[in-house]
């Protein structure tokens, strides 16, 4: 069971570009998860997908989106980057009506 | 608004002393409440999941307990490799997802 992958591992982008970070679920897993985590900080929902649909956004302006694939597999799109935006972002899987989530290694987004 | 407060921010240990992390809640309907260990730059890994107080559950050193509005996890006789970031997260029945609201994490250094 490979568990929940996370490409790329680290990125760096510049202020004003938009970057996609890629996330593909546990084995068995319909139910994929966003979070954003800053330095010494607790991770932070962003948004989650089931069906091919977003079910749920944390407080997180529309600069972010997402999409979920047939395959369960998900993107995390984020557009006009901001110095803030600079954090770890990971990715968690879980079945529907599950409650145990799993995450991936995370990408280190660094904007310059 | 669901919220999870983790004390101590930092604990240094020596190896073999015992002691305890804190994790104090608020939630609207506790659904499941979760520790995980989070090495820098990794992808939380799931350590437990606790339902109902007075639930425990145990995994080698480490022992989690649950109360009403708190939870408590034992390191028994810790070891160098036990070093890590110790986060708390709770999932609430209000709301359409499983999402997880975390707390800051206790860092925890074990020395040798």
């Known amino acids: 069971d490979a568990g929940v992958t996370q490409s790329p591992t680290h990125l760096i982008k510049t202020r004003g570009q938009q970057v996609t970070l890629r996330c593909s679920p546990k084995?068995?897993?319909?139910?994929v998860s966003w979070y954003q985590q800053a330095l010494g900080q607790g991770p932070q929902f962003i948004f989650q997908y089931y069906e091919e649909e977003e079910r749920q956004r944390g407080n997180f302006p529309d600069r972010f989106s997402g999409h979920q694939f047939p395959n369960y597999s998900s993107e995390l799109n984020v557009n006009a980057l901001l110095l803030g935006d600079s954090a770890l972002y990971l990715c968690?899987?879980?079945?529907?009506?599950?409650?145990?989530?799993?995450f991936g290694q995370g990408t280190r987004l660094t904007v310059v | 608004e669901d919220q999870v407060t983790q004390s101590p921010e930092a604990l240094r240990l020596q190896e073999g002393e015992s002691s305890s992390l804190n994790c104090s809640y608020t939630?609207?309907?506790?659904?499941?409440l979760f520790w995980y260990r989070q090495d820098p730059g990794k992808g939380p890994e799931f350590l437990f999941t606790l339902y109902s107080a007075g639930e425990e559950k145990e995994k080698e050193r480490l022992k989690a307990t649950l109360t009403k509005k708190e939870s408590f996890l034992h390191i028994t006789a810790p070891k160098p490799e036990d070093s890590a970031t110790y986060l708390c997260a709770v999932q609430g029945y209000g709301g359409a997802t499983n999402k997880l609201i975390f707390g800051t994490g206790t860092l925890l250094a074990v020395q040798p």
């Open positions: 939630v609207s309907g506790l659904r499941g």
């Open positions: 968690a899987s879980s079945s529907a009506g599950g409650t145990e989530a799993f």
């Open positions: 084995s068995g897993h319909d139910t």
